[in-house]
């Protein structure tokens, strides 16, 4: 499959004129629609509105790539915007740029757009592909670019070759405030459980962080429900950060091993809604991966 294959000139928005990121998404969402590409616009719309992706690409100064996954279009597609003027990303303002791809696609083709988002990206960071882009002067000139139709999708890639392997995990006996400062310190969301031989037991997460350090009271304010304290919080003087990681800890946890290859991955993600996986080799965690893990991976495959 090749890049020009997901796009074509009823797709190519020429001048786009947007002065962030998501506007000129919401316009090139906009081009697609009109271009007959999506199936239900209003939840396209919707989607861009209210899940901005947490793992949008930037390629330096070069381009921002916005992708999402939704059922609002049939297949994958993709739109290209080339803008006069800089466009300023609202994550961090100081990082312009004036080319911006939307890439879109349903879940059950995770594993394709994952492969295509990286493609665009190795694409635009090559300096002479976005010489060629800012120079076009029509839409049929943008999807001509010679790189759209070179690059070859990644493939065969396995968890081993993805996944990271410094793995910051958490002891079963740490305290719930301790791991919540430990994940804000890090930048972490998830971290795995694990014993002293590195087994894993289970997962804490930003979930289980909120169910039991959000006060009680905002709890019964919402729901109207009550939680018995734990034993450990009770002996602890009510206090929910003194609760035990194993008392608040997911159990049930989906991981991978070394050898599942980057579609099986893809397609958990779709059909399991998780985006963050413990690798683990004969019960021990020796690897951890995620959505973003993925992107970066695509990103620079050869």
């Given amino acids: 499959m090749k890049l020009s294959d997901v796009l074509a000139t009823g797709h190519v928005l020429l001048p786009l004129r947007a002065a962030t ?8 969402a906009d081009r697609l629609v009109a271009a007959g590409a999506v199936a239900e616009p209003q939840r396209l719309l919707a989607v861009i509105k209210h899940a901005w992706p947490e793992d949008m690409v930037s390629v330096g100064e070069h381009a921002f790539l ?3 996954r939704t059922e609002a279009v049939r297949g994958l ?3 290209v915007g080339i803008a006069p003027a800089p466009i300023r990303w609202e ?10 791809v939307l890439i879109v696609a349903p879940p059950r083709e995770t594993p394709t757009y994952l492969q295509v988002v990286g493609a665009f990206a190795r694409t635009l960071s090559s300096p002479a592909n976005v010489l060629a882009l800012l120079a076009a002067k029509s839409a049929e000139q943008v999807v001509q670019l010679p790189a759209l139709a070179a690059i070859e ?8 070759d993805v996944m990271t392997t410094r793995v910051r995990t958490i002891g079963p006996e740490e305290t719930l405030g301790g791991a919540a400062r430990y994940m804000v310190e890090h ?12 087994s894993l037991l289970g997962m804490i997460t930003h979930r289980e962080l909120l169910r039991f350090l959000i006060p009680d009271y905002l709890q019964r304010t919402k729901s109207g429900e009550f939680r018995a ?10 206090d929910p950060k003194q609760i035990l990681v194993k008392e608040a800890m997911a159990r049930a946890v989906l991981c991978l091993s070394e050898d599942q290859t980057l579609t099986d991955v893809a397609n958990l993600i779709s059909a399991k809604d998780v985006d963050r996986f413990p690798v683990v080799r ?8 995620t959505r973003a893990d993925l992107i970066r991976r695509l990103i620079i495959a050869p």
Wanted: glycine share 8%.
């Fill in 153 to 160: 999708l990644p493939s065969h890639l396995t968890v081993r």
């Fill in 91 to 100: 994550k961090d303002p100081h990082r312009t740029a004036r080319i911006v």
């Fill in 282 to 289: 004969e019960g021990v965690v020796v690897g951890f991966l």
């Fill in 21 to 28: 990121v998501k506007e000129a998404t919401e316009q090139l």
């Fill in 187 to 198: 930048d972490v969301r998830a971290l795995p459980v694990v014993d002293d031989a590195g």
């Fill in 77 to 79: 597609v993709a739109a």
């Fill in 229 to 238: 304290p734990t034993k450990t919080q009770a002996q602890r003087g009510g």
């Fill in 66 to 68: 916005p992708h999402f």
